[in-house]
């Protein structure tokens, strides 16, 4: 096969429209080459380019020519969430076609490699990135909620609420309020999914760090145990300061949630010291890895719980 003449470098790297490519002076025959990738009508995308599957939708680039040549359309649902790297379990969230959304006063967006969508979108449940219209963090929450757990939901929504930490991350506001995501609820009555979404919303608490955080919490809780404090600023002996991911003030029980990332070497040393401090104050130190949560976080639940009793509380 004859080797193409190279593409302008605008669209090198990048999926764009024939349009785009025209208005680049790139010709009909060179846009028909095997070496470009057609995922949908009008739209190329150069092999040596971004992929356009569950992967590329985390990059804006990937989602921008699917969002052009749809007029008055913006990412949405699944690809917004893979977009907002979100977390918690969506069915179908690998799917690598691309979900675009439309106002429900237009024709639904009908093309290989996509799934439409129209609804009713007030201004602000529709933001630019990089000049690319995607659906907002709250309205993907809710667009999402007819497919995912109430569980699985309120993951997202603690997500959504959390207020970031310094030391972790530059932002210094969450992603949205609880009145907001209240308010979305409240603009969309009727929606598929808003049910669950109002029940999250209700489970939803400000304060966890991680999905499974989340969980573990809301395990805890439908076992009847207490609600506990999330990541409260906990002052132990000689003036050391620690935010358990969950703790228990009353019974002087501080519970964490152990990731991957606490087997490296240095934050092996790092938990070793945090286990020190909460028992030269006195505290209970209860550690919980992902084979805990496993069987629906049998194993944890009964840890916290023999904690606790052997703590003073009671389940009277």
């Known amino acids: 096969m004859k080797t193409p003449r190279p593409l302008p470098a605008t669209i090198a790297e990048l999926p764009f429209t024939f349009q785009e490519a025209v208005d680049a002076g790139v010709t009909l025959r060179r846009l028909r080459h095997a070496a470009l990738d057609?995922?949908?009508?009008?739209?190329?995308?150069?092999?040596?380019?971004?992929?356009?599957?569950p992967a590329g939708t985390h990059?804006?680039?990937?989602?921008?020519?699917?969002t052009t040549i749809t007029a008055f359309s913006a990412a949405s649902h699944a690809t917004a969430f893979n977009f907002w790297n979100f977390p918690g379990f969506l069915p179908g969230q690998t799917d690598p076609r691309i979900h675009i959304s439309r106002p429900d006063s237009m024709a639904i967006p009908r093309r290989k490699g996509v799934v439409g969508h129209?609804?009713?979108?007030?201004?602000?449940?529709?933001?630019?990135?990089?000049?690319?219209?995607?659906?907002?963090?709250?309205?993907?929450?809710l667009d999402?909620?007819?497919?995912?757990?109430?569980?699985e939901l309120t993951v997202v929504a603690d997500h959504l609420v959390r207020v970031p930490r310094a030391v972790f991350e530059t932002?210094?506001?969450?992603?949205?309020?609880?009145?907001?995501?209240?308010?979305?609820?409240?603009?969309?009555?009727?929606?598929?999914?808003?049910?669950?979404?109002?029940?999250?919303?209700?489970?939803?608490?400000?304060?966890?760090?991680?999905?499974?955080?989340?969980?573990?919490?809301?395990?805890?809780?439908?076992?009847?145990?207490?609600?506990?404090?999330?990541n409260a600023r906990t002052e132990l002996s000689g003036g050391v300061v620690r935010q358990p991911d969950l703790g228990y003030p009353q019974q002087r029980v501080a519970v964490e949630y152990d990731g991957e990332v606490?087997?490296?070497?240095?934050?092996?040393?790092?938990?070793?010291?945090?286990?020190?401090?909460?028992l030269r104050a006195d505290w209970l130190l209860v550690r919980i890895s992902k084979r805990h949560m496993e069987d629906a976080a049998k194993a944890a639940v009964s840890k916290v719980r023999r904690?606790?009793?052997?703590?003073?509380?009671?389940?009277d």
Request: aromatic share 6%; hydrophobic share 40%.
């Open 118 to 141: 129209v609804g009713q979108f007030f201004d602000d449940e529709i933001v630019s990135v990089e000049g690319v219209l995607v659906t907002s963090r709250p309205r993907t929450w």
């Open 59 to 66: 990059r804006i680039q990937a989602l921008r020519p699917f």
């Open 144 to 151: 999402n909620a007819r497919k995912m757990s109430v569980d």
């Open 262 to 278: 606490h087997s490296s070497p240095e934050q092996v040393v790092r938990d070793i010291a945090r286990e020190e401090d909460f």
């Open 171 to 230: 932002r210094a506001e969450p992603h949205c309020t609880m009145e907001e995501l209240a308010g979305m609820l409240a603009r969309h009555k009727g929606t598929p999914g808003i049910r669950k979404a109002r029940l999250a919303l209700e489970q939803a608490r400000v304060g966890a760090d991680s999905a499974p955080e989340t969980r573990l919490r809301l395990a805890l809780e439908f076992a009847g145990l207490p609600e506990p404090q999330l």
């Open 307 to 315: 904690a606790l009793l052997s703590r003073g509380w009671s389940s």
């Open 38 to 53: 057609a995922p949908s009508r009008g739209i190329r995308v150069p092999y040596c380019g971004i992929s356009v599957g």
